[in-house]
């Protein structure tokens, strides 16, 4: 009773929620890069919140079910074929023995996210299913996938189906504003450094990757060149010497020295996550009051 690769992908992992507790000893936090649509992909199912699911940030991939079980389709609008007939995502599949499933072309947004009801079978490290490469963790052998490679799931006999209302489908635009709380060391950029940050139009460069999003645009001075290694929050915008900023991300470092002019609210770097290499960024300050409430309401959603 498995998922079978039948193709080699690009890039596609195996992430759930990520890894906590565990960056005093180095540990990445990994997980899901957009949460939105890891969560709905496991509501569709009926799955646990935390369950498992596959990460996908490249065209073409191909599955064979090798049991009836039923599967759901979320994130980046992409063209998806089940034996070769076009299907649509943000809903359930359900598939019987032999069928095949491809991922085709991305039209909207740079990851697909693939859940399986009840999840793959694979042991947690650390508390998480988490792919983690560099640090050789989680998912199936600690890798990405690979052709030939089997994920055992449980076996289900399924006749309906669960879609999201189109009203619920997000969008991926070419332009995104994204909230930031100033951090501790706002004292060490100037008032006009800090307007120019929140008044400049960036760009995301080609190095953008599950570490980061380094962005491309007015270099943004800081009155220090660096500071003592410390630990790194999810969303802390990173300025470096030559004034661009590093957004970082899920598979980010524990910690590091560049000094930081904020943090991006964690539910816009799940858009960012969906951005491609040439999408505009706009910051917009937001309180740490007012980004605490944002992230209850966003959680309490699912619930």
Known sequence: MSLEIINTPIFATIQDKGRFSYTHIGVTHAGVMDEYAYYIANML?????????????????????????????????????????????????????????KIGKFLEGSKVYLAVKDGF????????????????????????????????????????TSRLKDIFHPKYEDTLLLRVVLSYQEESFSAKEKQKFFSSEFTVSNEFNRMGCKLKGEPIKCDIDGIVSEGISFGAIQIPSDGQPIILLKDRQTIGGYPKIGSVLSIDCFKLAQAKPNTKIRFKQISIEKAQKKLKEFYNSFN
Not at 130 to 145: D, M, P, V, Y
């Open 45 to 101: 199912l009926g799955n646990k919140k935390d369950e498992n699911i596959i990460e996908i940030a490249f065209a073409n991939v191909e599955f064979k079910a090798n049991t009836n079980t039923q599967i759901a389709v979320t994130g980046a609008f992409c063209e998806l074929f089940i034996n070769n007939e076009p299907k649509k995502i943000w809903q359930t599949h359900n598939l019987k023995v032999g069928d095949i499933v």
């Open 121 to 160: 079978k694979i042991k947690k490290e650390f508390g998480s299913y988490s792919t983690t490469i560099k640090e050789n963790l989680g998912g199936l052998n600690a890798n990405r996938l690979q052709k030939g490679d089997i994920l055992k799931i449980n076996s289900h006999t399924l006749h309906h």
